[in-house]
C-alpha cells in the first residue's frame, strides 16, 4: 500500500495553457496568462533516474538500526558483555545478517575479538542484547564464500554472495537437527550482507562482507598459532565455493524474509 501511495506522490501533471493566435493582437489587450507548469523533475528537482532510489530510502528508514543513536548504543552494550578474560580484546564490529539452514534472514551484530567470534542478536526497539553465541577463533577450521545455491528440486532461491564459517568439519548435523527449524547445535553459521549497506559510507564499511572474512580469517590463524586445539588442524582452510542451503520448500522463511521479520522493523504503528 506504501509503495502505491508513493508512486502516487511522484505522478507528472501536464499543465499548460494554449493560446488562439488570433486573440493576440495588440488592440485587443487581453490578458493572457499562463498557468506554471508542475512537473515534479522541475518543481521538486527530483530526477528521473532519482524516483527508485527515494522509495529505497524510504524503505530503509523502517529500519531501527538507522536510528540516530542505536547502532552506537548497541555496539557499547555489547562491549559491555564481553568477557576479556575468556574473549580478549575487541579489534572489530560488524553489522550482517545470518542465514540460518531454513534460510531464514536474521539481524546480528558481530564482533571478532582476539579469541572469539561473538555472534549477538540485539533488539533495537528496547535497546537490549538477547543473545550472544561464542565461537573460539581456534576452533574455526574452515570458511567459504560464495554464490546460494539451493538442492536441485527445491523451489527456494537466494541472490548475492554469503560466508560460511565452520568449527566442527567432523561433526554432521542430525536429522533432528535438520528439521528443526529452531536449532541452534549447527556446526557452522552463515553470513550475507544486511540490507542497509547501501544507507552511508558508515554502514557500507561495517558491513562490507569481504572485509569481515578477511580479518576473520586472520583472527583465527592468529589464534590457531596461539592456542592450537589438540587434534585439531591448525589453521584455517579458505574455500571459494558455492554456499549450499538444503531447503526444498521453505514457505514460512519466504514469508519472513519477504518482510524481514528477522529485523527490528518499523510496522505501521507497531514494531517488530
Same mark, same amino acid.
Given at each position: 500500500?506504501?509503495? @502505491?501511495?508513493?508512486?502516487?506522490?511522484?505522478?507528472?501533471?501536464?499543465?499548460?495553457?494554449?493560446?488562439?493566435?488570433?486573440?493576440?493582437?495588440?488592440?485587443?489587450?487581453?490578458?493572457?496568462?499562463?498557468? #506554471?507548469?508542475?512537473?515534479?523533475?522541475?518543481?521538486?528537482?527530483?530526477?528521473?533516474?532519482?524516483?527508485?532510489?527515494?522509495?529505497?530510502?524510504? #524503505?530503509?528508514?523502517?529500519?531501527?538500526?538507522?536510528?540516530?543513536?542505536?547502532?552506537?548504543?548497541?555496539?557499547?552494550?555489547?562491549?559491555?558483555? @564481553?568477557?576479556?578474560?575468556?574473549?580478549?580484546?575487541?579489534?572489530?564490529?560488524?553489522?550482517?545478517?545470518? @542465514?540460518?539452514?531454513?534460510?531464514?534472514?536474521?539481524?546480528?551484530?558481530?564482533?571478532?575479538?582476539?579469541?572469539?567470534?561473538?555472534?549477538?542478536?540485539?533488539?533495537?526497539?528496547?535497546?537490549?542484547?538477547?543473545?550472544?553465541?561464542?565461537?573460539?577463533?581456534?576452533?574455526?577450521?574452515?570458511?567459504?564464500?560464495?554464490?546460494?545455491?539451493?538442492?536441485?528440486?527445491?523451489?527456494?532461491?537466494?541472490?548475492?554472495?554469503?560466508?560460511?564459517?565452520?568449527?566442527?568439519?567432523?561433526?554432521?548435523?542430525?536429522?533432528?537437527s535438520r528439521w528443526n527449524p529452531f536449532t541452534t547445535d549447527y556446526p557452522f553459521c552463515t553470513?550475507?550482507?544486511?540490507?542497509?549497506?547501501?544507507?552511508?559510507? #558508515?554502514?557500507?564499511?561495517?558491513?562490507?562482507?569481504?572485509?569481515?572474512?578477511?580479518?576473520?580469517?586472520?583472527?583465527?590463524?592468529?589464534?590457531?598459532?596461539?592456542k592450537p586445539v589438540p587434534g585439531k588442524a591448525n589453521g584455517v582452510l579458505v574455500l571459494n565455493?558455492?554456499?549450499?542451503?538444503?531447503?526444498?520448500?521453505?514457505?514460512?522463511?519466504?514469508?519472513?524474509?519477504?518482510?524481514?521479520?528477522?529485523?527490528?522493523?518499523?510496522?505501521?504503528?507497531?514494531?517488530?
Amino acid at each position: 500500500i506504501m509503495s @502505491v501511495e508513493a508512486e502516487a506522490g511522484f505522478k507528472a501533471v501536464e499543465l499548460g495553457a494554449t493560446q488562439d493566435p488570433e486573440q493576440d493582437k495588440p488592440d485587443a489587450q487581453l490578458p493572457v496568462t499562463t498557468e #506554471k507548469s508542475e512537473d515534479p523533475h522541475l518543481s521538486s528537482g527530483v530526477k528521473p533516474g532519482d524516483k527508485i532510489n527515494m522509495l529505497e530510502q524510504y #524503505k530503509l528508514r523502517r529500519f531501527f538500526v538507522l536510528r540516530p543513536g542505536a547502532l552506537d548504543q548497541a555496539i557499547e552494550d555489547i562491549k559491555s558483555l @564481553v568477557d576479556k578474560h575468556q574473549d580478549g580484546s575487541i579489534q572489530s564490529v560488524w553489522l550482517m545478517a545470518e @542465514v540460518d539452514h531454513w534460510n531464514n534472514e536474521k539481524e546480528r551484530i558481530v564482533l571478532i575479538t582476539d579469541n572469539s567470534l561473538l555472534i549477538c542478536k540485539y533488539d533495537f526497539m528496547m535497546l537490549n542484547c538477547e543473545q550472544m553465541q561464542r565461537v573460539p577463533l581456534n576452533f574455526i577450521d574452515r570458511v567459504c564464500h560464495g554464490e546460494f545455491t539451493f538442492p536441485q528440486r527445491s523451489l527456494m532461491s537466494r541472490e548475492g554472495e554469503g560466508l560460511r564459517v565452520y568449527w566442527d568439519r567432523l561433526r554432521e548435523p542430525t536429522f533432528t537437527s535438520r528439521w528443526n527449524p529452531f536449532t541452534t547445535d549447527y556446526p557452522f553459521c552463515t553470513f550475507t550482507s544486511h540490507p542497509v549497506k547501501d544507507a552511508s559510507e #558508515k554502514f557500507a564499511a561495517i558491513c562490507e562482507l569481504q572485509h569481515f572474512r578477511e580479518q576473520l580469517v586472520q583472527a583465527a590463524q592468529k589464534a590457531h598459532e596461539w592456542k592450537p586445539v589438540p587434534g585439531k588442524a591448525n589453521g584455517v582452510l579458505v574455500l571459494n565455493q558455492s554456499i549450499l542451503i538444503e531447503t526444498y520448500v521453505g514457505l514460512m522463511s519466504f514469508i519472513g524474509n519477504q518482510n524481514k521479520l528477522g529485523y527490528c522493523l518499523a510496522r505501521g504503528n507497531i514494531g517488530f
